[in-house]
């Protein structure tokens, strides 16, 4: 595995709607995620954790504030040149079903010009990584779901990305799928030094991985808790978590 | 240099056609016929142009006596005009001669006109092509000669035919090539919708908006560009025939040059960039509106 620096990420007071008048996605979030960190972010629908990655990978711009990565402003850099340090996952997995999984996989690296022989190499280390070795010549169509979503990150981790971003990844699987995929990722961080960003509703899953959790609730962090926090239900409450006291490195009401 | 991102656009490209064959294939061909007729348009014209410039370099005008003058003393008074080389006086019955020459059934046409209808003629033979117009003016104001005939005379026609198949040939071709274009931007919208997935990912992966245009923009170059080559060939097949026809019809000795290379450049080139241009435009309608 090759060791690269980590990205920091920055959100200084973002406010962001996609209407004028319209209630704001998000509204006035200040953020700091360390290198090399993993945070979740939780809360319930419509709370503008989406829009958050989405300000992150150069989807939607703030309509103030700034989204600072790396120290640099998302708003200064072509959005294809921040991309090209992301690794992004969906809820959706996007494999091209005429294609294999390594080929699912090497088609990352094909799209930025990597040779075909090098793009190929790259991809079978990340299926060995996600632990899919032995069907890297299957079809997604031949694949489970949670198969499926880890071809998924490994394509999202062939070009070797300083940020991970992950949106739902889980949100299509059953539980045990869903704790598999959680593992693979958390299994890269370990031997992979990437910043690791996860939004997700699965509150098992993140009480499990003792990691940071914030928590957005009507496009402000009401909570920011680091690691060891036993929420509830399975899943999130729309309350929110259990308090710990004041939230750290966030801002909101 | 990487060359590595042209032999995936290609390959790309292969898949993409491959999806929606029967939409490739048919924007190939009106592609096709939009440029034969294009082209064909072209060849003709050329083709009218070369056989008026190679009637403007004849040096012979041929004058007819009216009825009752004496085509000797014509012929002498003929000869003073400057720029005159030679005269040759070919009287009624040589030219009846002549003409029931060409005739199998010479004994019917002499049946047919008993009392030769021909006049006596002058065949004058100028210095060069540049002396016939002032010689053509000057015979024709000699009385006594009915009518003057000249290859330049041919020519202007020829020009001025050329010219009005010019402006229809062009009016025809935009409206084909109109066709052309629509055509290959329906395709190209199609190939890029089906595509939506992989689009989703270059960009996500860090494609710039160029470099997924420059797919698209490079299959719609190809699908033009093969067009461009089936109606290249198509009308080389024309030229060749076109040349047996003329050698077979035209009496001048001589056939034009069909040249059919700066056709077959305005075929190819225009193929090309209908193709880009319909790709062009087919991108700007369908990534216009994609969300990373």
Redesign the interface.
């Known amino acids: 595995m090759v060791g690269r620096s980590r990205l920091e990420i920055r959100l200084e007071n973002v406010v962001k709607r996609y209407r004028p008048g319209d209630p704001p996605a998000l509204d006035g979030v200040t953020l700091s995620v360390a290198p090399g960190e993993w945070v979740f972010i939780v809360g319930p629908s419509g709370a503008g954790k989406t829009t958050l990655l989405k300000l992150l990978?150069a989807?939607e711009r703030p309509d103030s504030g700034r989204v600072l990565v790396d120290g640099t402003d998302v708003a200064a850099v072509?959005?294809?040149?921040?991309?090209?340090?992301?690794g992004?996952i969906f809820q959706h997995f996007?494999?091209?079903p005429?294609r294999t999984a390594l080929e699912n996989v090497a088609?990352?690296a094909?799209?930025?010009?990597?040779?075909?022989r090098e793009a190929a190499a790259r991809a079978r280390e990340m299926l060995d990584l996600v632990g899919l070795a032995g069907k890297m010549d299957r079809f997604p169509s031949e694949l489970s779901g949670g198969e499926q979503q880890r071809v998924a990150i490994a394509?999202a981790l062939v070009?070797r990305p300083q940020l991970i971003l992950a949106d739902e990844p889980t949100g299509d699987l059953d539980p045990e799928n869903a704790d598999h995929v959680i593992r693979v990722l958390d299994t890269v961080h370990r031997q992979w030094p990437a910043t690791v960003m996860v939004v997700t509703h699965a509150a098992d899953l993140v009480s499990r991985l003792e990691r940071r959790v914030v928590r957005l609730e009507r496009g402000r962090v009401t909570a920011d808790y680091r690691g060891g926090y036993s929420p509830p239900g399975r899943d999130l409450p729309a309350s929110g978590l259990p308090a710990p006291g004041p939230a750290q490195g966030a801002s909101g009401p | 240099m990487n060359w590595w991102p042209l032999y995936y656009r290609l390959r790309d490209a292969r898949y993409g056609t491959a999806r929606h064959p029967w939409a490739s294939l048919a924007a190939v061909l009106i592609v096709a016929l939009a440029l034969f007729l294009f082209g064909g348009f072209l060849v003709v014209s050329q083709t009218l142009s070369s056989l008026a410039a190679l009637l403007e370099q004849q040096v012979n005008i041929r004058a007819f006596v009216a009825a009752g003058a004496d085509a000797d003393a014509l012929a002498r008074q003929a000869r003073q005009i400057q720029g005159v080389r030679a005269v040759t006086v070919i009287s009624r019955e040589e030219t009846f001669r002549r003409l029931a020459g060409v005739f199998a059934g010479r004994a019917r046409l002499e049946a047919a006109f008993p009392d030769n209808p021909f006049p006596d003629s002058l065949k004058i033979t100028v210095a060069g092509p540049a002396a016939v117009e002032p010689v053509v003016r000057a015979l024709a104001a000699m009385p006594g000669i009915d009518e003057v005939v000249s290859g330049q005379e041919y020519a202007a026609g020829l020009l001025a035919g050329a010219a009005a198949l010019r402006a229809a040939g062009t009016a025809v071709s935009l409206g084909f090539l109109g066709a052309a274009v629509l055509m290959v931007t329906v395709t190209m919208h199609l190939l890029i919708l089906s595509r939506g997935a992989e689009i989703r990912i270059q960009r996500l992966m860090g494609v710039s908006d160029a470099g997924i245009r420059a797919q698209f923009l490079l299959e719609g170059g190809l699908l033009g560009a093969f067009g461009a080559l089936l109606a290249g060939a198509a009308l080389l097949l024309l030229v060749d025939r076109a040349a047996l026809t003329l050698a077979r019809l035209l009496p001048l000795g001589a056939v034009p040059d069909l040249a059919p290379l700066p056709a077959l450049a305005a075929v190819l080139g225009t193929g090309t960039l209908v193709g880009l241009g319909a790709s062009l435009l087919a991108a700007h309608l369908a990534l216009g509106r994609e969300r990373p």
């Open positions: 990978y989807a072509p959005a294809f040149r921040l991309r090209r340090r992301l992004i996007e494999l091209l005429a088609y990352g094909e799209v930025l010009g990597v040779p075909p394509r070009n």
